[in-house]
C-alpha cells in the first residue's frame, strides 16, 4: 500500500507531558517521510492523581478536537497510563482512526530473563491497571514480576529532560524497590513501563546495585506504527508539520528549547 507524497497525513504523537518524545525519536527514524505532531497534555499533567472517570473523559474529549483538527494518518498513545486505561474507549468512539498503544513491555521481559525476576517500573495509575495484571497472567506466569509504582519519577524526568539537575537520592527512592534477590538469584530485567523513564536510564543503570536491563519499549512501539502507515512511493517530507502542541497554550522556554532540539516548532 503507497501513498503519493502530496496525501501524506501526519503522524500524532501522545503524551501526558514530554516523555512520548522518546518514541517520536524512534518513529522518525522509521517513518523519515511523514510529518508529526507532537501533543503533550501538559494542563493534565500528571495523570497519575486523576480519577479514572475524569480522565477517561478529558482524553476521548480532547481527542475528538485533535482528530477534528488534524486529520493524522494513525495516533500514537505514548503514555502507558493514558493507553492501559482509555486506548479501548478511544477506538470504540473513534473507529475510522488506527491507534497505537503504549503497554507495558511484560511479554519480552519475561522471554528475556534468565534469574526470572523482573521489576515493572511504571505509574501508580500503570501499576493499579487491571490491564496490566491481565499481562502479567498471560505471559509472565513463570516469572516473579514486582509491580513498581512511582509516585514522582514521571515529574522528575520531566525535570531533567528540561536540564534540571536531579539527586541521586531522589532517583533512588523511587527506583530502589525494583531490585530483588530470592534464592540466590536478583533482579535482571526493568521494564520501564513509562516512557518518561528512559531519559533517565543512565542514571538508573550507574544508580544501579547491580546491572540489569532497561526495557524501553519505543523501539518497538515505533516499529508498530511504521507497519501500520502506507509507504510513501515519491518520500518528499512536508515542510506543513513537525510541531508541538501543548494544552496548556503556554510551554516554558526551556520546553521550547526541548522541542527544537527534537526538530519540532512550539
Known amino acids: 500500500m503507497t501513498a503519493t507524497a502530496n496525501e501524506l497525513k501526519p503522524v500524532l504523537v501522545f503524551d501526558s507531558g514530554i516523555g512520548g518524545l522518546t518514541v517520536l525519536r524512534e518513529a522518525r527514524v522509521l517513518m523519515p517521510e511523514r510529518g508529526f505532531i507532537y501533543v503533550a497534555d501538559d494542563a493534565g499533567f500528571p495523570y497519575g492523581g486523576w480519577e479514572e472517570p475524569a480522565l477517561k473523559e478529558r482524553i476521548v474529549d480532547l481527542f475528538a478536537k485533535l482528530l477534528a483538527q488534524y486529520d493524522p494518518e494513525v495516533c500514537i498513545i505514548a503514555c502507558n497510563t493514558a493507553f ?69 519519577l514521571a515529574r522528575l524526568a520531566e525535570s531533567y529532560i528540561r536540564g534540571d539537575a536531579i539527586a541521586d537520592d531522589a532517583v533512588m527512592t523511587e527506583i530502589e524497590q525494583c531490585f530483588v534477590e ?80 527534537f526538530g519540532l516548532k512550539a
Open 84 to 152: 492501559t486505561l482509555v486506548g479501548a474507549d478511544l477506538r470504540a468512539a473513534f473507529p475510522q482512526m488506527t491507534f497505537v498503544g503504549t503497554v507495558p513491555a511484560i511479554k519480552p521481559a519475561a522471554e528475556r530473563t534468565r534469574s526470572g525476576l523482573v521489576s515493572v517500573l511504571a505509574t501508580p495509575g500503570t501499576v493499579k491497571r487491571a490491564y496490566t495484571r491481565d499481562l502479567i497472567q498471560s505471559f509472565a506466569t513463570q516469572c516473579h514480576v514486582r509491580l513498581v509504582g512511582s509516585e514522582n
Open 182 to 261: 530470592m534464592d540466590g538469584r536478583k533482579t535482571d530485567i526493568v521494564v520501564l513501563a513509562c516512557t518518561h523513564y528512559p531519559f533517565m536510564a543512565n542514571i538508573f543503570r550507574r544508580l544501579s546495585p547491580w546491572p540489569v536491563d532497561w526495557l524501553d519499549p519505543a523501539e518497538a512501539i515505533a516499529r508498530r506504527a511504521r507497519s501500520l502507515v502506507p509507504q510513501a512511493a515519491d518520500a518528499v517530507h512536508p515542510d506543513n508539520f513537525d510541531f508541538a502542541v501543548f494544552t496548556s497554550g503556554a510551554p516554558d522556554f526551556p520546553t521550547r528549547r526541548l522541542m527544537q532540539g
